[in-house]
């Protein structure tokens, strides 16, 4: 059954920014609102600024900082540069999909985890690394990973 999205916060975001609001600053507050932009929210932002949806929906696609799908109450980042992969960064990727059976890319069914491979954290001297919910996570180990992950509510 498809959720029933209250597009009022859309109107709010309109009224208060005003007519002049870009496509992105709209699509950004409305994410921040909803958790993501789902096809009702694209649509409801199109309508408002009078724009075709594909529009909306293509810049929503092109930026990577904009979610379609709703995503993990936590964000696990790990990089995938260089240096964490020759440390074994791939190891500690497979585990988290054995574990949690999530890919980069994923989210876990219970909306936990939203799992993503970031290039390069700059991190390198730690490596492999990570970021779980913005915090830099570095000499990561299989069992260090899940230990970490294990510890979030």
Not at 12 to 25: A, K, S, V, Y
Not at 139 to 151: C, D, G, S, V, Y
């Amino acid at each position: 059954m498809a959720e029933a999205f209250d597009l009022s916060k859309l109107d709010e975001i309109f009224h208060e920014l005003g007519q002049d609001i870009g496509l992105i600053p709209f699509l950004q507050r409305a994410q921040n609102s909803y958790g993501y932009l789902p096809r009702e929210v694209i649509v409801g932002i199109a309508n408002r600024l009078f724009m075709p949806t594909s529009k909306v929906y293509g810049v929503a696609t092109f930026y990577t900082q904009f979610h379609l799908t709703p995503r993990g109450r936590h964000l696990v980042q790990m990089c995938d540069g260089t240096a964490c992969r020759v440390n074994s960064s791939r190891d500690i990727i497979a585990q988290i999909n054995e574990v949690y059976g999530i890919k980069p890319g994923e989210t876990t069914e219970d909306f936990k985890f939203t799992f993503e491979l970031v290039y390069c954290l700059g991190c390198c001297a730690i490596g492999p690394a990570a970021i779980i919910d913005g915090q830099v996570v570095g000499h990561l180990t299989q069992r260090k990973m899940i230990n970490a992950l294990e510890k979030l509510e």
